[in-house]
């Protein structure tokens, strides 16, 4: 530190001004790309996955989910599948990237394409609630309502929550 500080001493005024004005547009732009990007989760993540080597890497199956989700949560379900089935194209033994096609399948109210993912998605984590739960949305509206209510027991089992309001309504119809 101490010779840092003794070499940037014996710099000359000028060239350090100089050196100043041609860095600071440089720090300048790349702050405002940074700020944007980290603006909304959509351009965070649109960023991240543009990032992505083609290969699969520790942590790309993750970045893929989250854009997907951010996809989906902006009715650009079309964007939403292509990034899903990347994801599965790259990480086939991904939980989250089962899960996420699946989420995509029960948003577009095709309970049936949904059940093979959602399999898949339980096998490779069989501990996860919100499969379980998945899968219950997915029976209930194929009109298998015992086998619906037999996942939603198991999601509570398995510490979720979410699942209780959708046993309660399936076990007393029209009480809340």
Not at 12 to 25: D, E, H, K, S, W
Not at 115 to 137: C, T
């Amino acid at each position: 530190m101490v010779l840092l500080a003794s070499g940037l001493a014996r710099v000359p005024g000028r060239v350090a001004i100089a050196f100043a004005l041609l860095v600071l547009p440089l720090l300048f732009y790349q702050g405002h790309h940074r700020l944007r990007t980290f603006s909304s989760g959509l351009a965070l993540w649109e960023d991240a996955v543009a990032k992505l080597p083609r290969q699969p890497v520790p942590g790309g199956s993750r970045t893929l989910y989250h854009l997907g989700r951010e996809y989906l949560y902006r009715d650009r379900a079309d964007q939403a599948i292509a990034v899903a089935e990347r994801c599965l194209a790259e990480y086939p033994e991904t939980y989250g990237c089962h899960l996420a096609r699946a989420a995509i399948h029960l948003q577009q109210e095709e309970y049936r394409q949904a059940l093979p993912h959602l399999a898949r998605a339980i096998f490779l984590r069989p501990e996860s609630g919100v499969a379980r739960h998945h899968l219950g949305v997915a029976l209930e509206n194929l009109g298998c309502l015992d086998e619906a209510r037999v996942q939603y027991r198991i999601a509570t089992d398995l510490g979720f929550t979410g699942a209780v309001h959708r046993l309660s309504r399936l076990d007393s119809p029209g009480s809340g």
